[in-house]
């Protein structure tokens, strides 16, 4: 039977395990098809990535990537907080994104940055699929976490007369606390998946997108698995630093 607790050391140690065994595993497969048009082997991407870092290039698609994501990331989650409060209180407005929201949610993200691709510059075309790909899961996890407060709760705010803002801070944000995080840790996946393929299709001089595109061009296995391992880091990374963020911001309304 599994153990309910673990020390933080113990997780750290399996997961560089688990990590360990992916890159054999993955080393094996490679040198099993002996060809590296199909897999580079995890050594032969190393490699390939050490060349990457010294080429200028190499961090200005990264920036050029990050900050257009970053943007259409940060977009998504005010517009769709935004909606889903204003949506919790008028039914009306619910009822009225409820198509939009089931539409974006069930259209193919391909479909949308062709569609896109008629209206925008390929350079911002990554923000704007970045935004629409998070848009709903913000807005579905915010207006869930609302619509679940205790309703004791905001009749003793009734009952004390408690102001707009202060039951903002002390009833509802505590109550979307995981709701916010667990839809911050969906999302960010997303946004980078959704925003490199508009990048990919889109193809915008300096981006990641465009690195990619040309590898698979020139049949170039190892830039295409490097640059694959850099989009995973970068976000991974990102997603740390976010959600730690918002840990520490509901540590201080905690301690208010």
């Not at 949506?87 to 949308?112: G, Q």
């Not at 704007?128 to 709760?153: A, C, R, W």
């Not at 009833?171 to 839809?183: D, T, V």
């Amino acid at each position: 039977m599994r153990k309910k607790s673990r020390s933080r050391k113990q997780v750290i140690a399996e997961r560089i395990c688990a990590v360990a065994f992916a890159l054999v595993l993955w080393q094996v497969v490679a040198m099993l098809l002996n060809e590296t048009l199909l897999m580079a082997t995890p050594i032969r991407v190393v490699k390939e990535l050490c060349t990457l870092i010294f080429e200028a290039v190499f961090w200005g698609a990264i920036w050029f990537s990050f900050k257009r994501i970053v943007l259409g990331f940060f977009i998504a989650l005010s517009v769709g907080a935004l909606l889903a409060v204003c949506a919790a209180r008028f039914h009306i407005l619910e009822t009225l994104l409820w198509p939009f929201i089931s539409i974006i949610k069930a259209t193919p993200v391909a479909s949308f940055i062709i569609l896109c691709l008629v209206w925008l510059n390929s350079k911002n075309l990554s923000v704007f699929i970045s935004f629409l790909m998070v848009v709903p899961i913000i807005y579905t996890n915010v207006l869930q976490g609302i619509l679940s407060t205790d309703t004791k709760l905001l009749e003793m705010a009734y009952v004390f007369k408690m102001s707009w803002g202060k039951q903002f801070v002390y009833i509802y944000l505590p109550q979307l606390k995981s709701y916010l995080i667990s839809a911050c840790s969906v999302s960010l996946g997303i946004a980078w998946k959704s925003g490199v393929a508009a990048e990919v299709i889109g193809v915008p001089g300096g981006s990641i997108g465009e690195r990619l595109y040309q590898a698979k061009l020139y049949l170039n296995s190892p830039e295409l698995f490097a640059w694959t391992a850099v989009i995973i880091v970068v976000s991974v990374i990102f997603e740390k630093l976010i959600l730690q963020l918002l840990k520490r911001l509901y540590k201080r309304l905690e301690a208010l």
